[in-house]
């Protein structure tokens, strides 16, 4: 229920749904612009209830506030990329690249949150916390407002930033409920670490950040991968596995509950040397996207509606970079523009004034990055790349290095680790080209 008052308006020319960072920059930049906006969440306290891996991508957000990277909450900015593909008798192989520019950094996702919902404030935009939408107003066939229990306030139009739990959307019928085939899950750890130890164990300096994605056996023959990003003074480390694979091993008994393979992630030999003296200080999971182009719903406007964020399927998961925040936030900025010049137009939000949303989204960065990586879903559900695939180049490189006598030739070693798996050389090779296409 709306927490109001005799003085509470009705009235609003936009309400947002969901304070996210889709929501909040939604808000924000209509506030800005002069709108009387209206955000509100079911949360308690903006970004309680937000929940991410750990890194965050700079470009698109400075795009809505300039200043982001000198006032906003930010832990470390990602110095150091690494990759690592693991086996099961403890051989790991490891890259490292090292940043040259600070494009992406890490952030507790609630205190980012609340920051850019506190910007929006400023601006002139009324927060809501605690606040469950219970339907979305129509009348005539043009969404008019929310209702919250008993309480019903009118917009000229609805932003839906609720996320991938499309709760109302589909009330309207407007979306399906989601597939296992188009969802990930995603399980995480927060430890607690002294900064000077994150700093001695992982070679970085008080603001520089380590991002580091994981393959191979982390997640038991699974579609999908493990990360560890680095934070002042905790580090964030999870599993996220597609989930209509997940259901399938869990079903034939491969796994009893996915929180083990976080535990596993945490006291594996190799990497808990890095972390050893940590405490579990935050649990949690999130459902997210897998396939954003196919969970994007057939239309991005509606009479009076727009739909933005996780929503609208904007993520972007190619394996080895996962784009949410920033993808989330531009779409905020992209309604808003287009807001306001629905508002200006006679008709005011009409479905073929706000259209310029959907056509700005399809013409931007983020829906052509969708389209150009689309194989590489596909090949993120396929359970031989993260089998047989990623365990060739561990034997590869265990015919190199751990020798007795003699030392094999590369290609030698090669074939034997084909051999390893029942794979000749050139099929290999044919089988990894058409995956490195797909990526």
Known sequence: MIKSNTTFPTKFDAIVVGAGPAGAASAYVLSKKGFKVLLVDR??????????????????LKEVWPDLDKKAPIHRWIKKERASIMGKDGRIITIEYNAGRRTSFTAYLPELVRWMVSKAEEEGTIFVDE???????????????????????????????EGVNRLLLEKLGLVSGPRPEELALGIKEVLKVRKNEINAQFNV????????ILMGDITLGIPGGGFIYTFNETISIGIVIHMANA??????????????????????????????????????????????????????????????GDAAGLILNTGYTVRGVDFAVYSGKLAAEAVEKALSEKEGATEENLKVYEDMVR???MYNELKRHRASKELMKDPEFFTKISRIPLKFFSELYEID??????????????????????????????????L
């Open 131 to 161: 606040v469950v939408v219970d339907e979305l107003l129509t009348s005539d066939g043009k969404v008019v407002g929310i209702r919250s229990g008993p309480d019903e306030i009118r917009s000229d139009v609805v932003i839906d930033a």
């Open 43 to 60: 949360s308690r306290e903006a970004g309680s209830k937000e929940l991410y891996g750990g890194r965050i991508y700079l470009g698109p």
């Open 247 to 308: 259901i399938r091993a869990a079903e034939a008994g491969a796994i009893n509950h996915s929180f083990e393979l976080v535990e596993n992630l945490r006291l594996h030999p190799y990497f808990n040397k890095l972390w050893k003296s940590s405490d579990v200080i935050e649990y949690g999971a999130h459902l997210t996207i897998e396939d954003g182009l196919s969970f994007m719903p057939k239309r991005l406007v509606y009479p009076g509606l727009l739909i933005v």
């Open 405 to 438: 006598k003699e030392v094999p030739t590369a290609y030698e070693a090669f074939k034997n680790a084909c051999r390893s798996e029942d794979s000749g050389p050139l099929s290999l090779m044919f089988k990894l080209w058409g995956m490195v296409k797909k």
């Open 205 to 212: 300096d008080d603001d520089e950040g380590v991002a580091w």
């Open 363 to 365: 013409k931007s960065f």
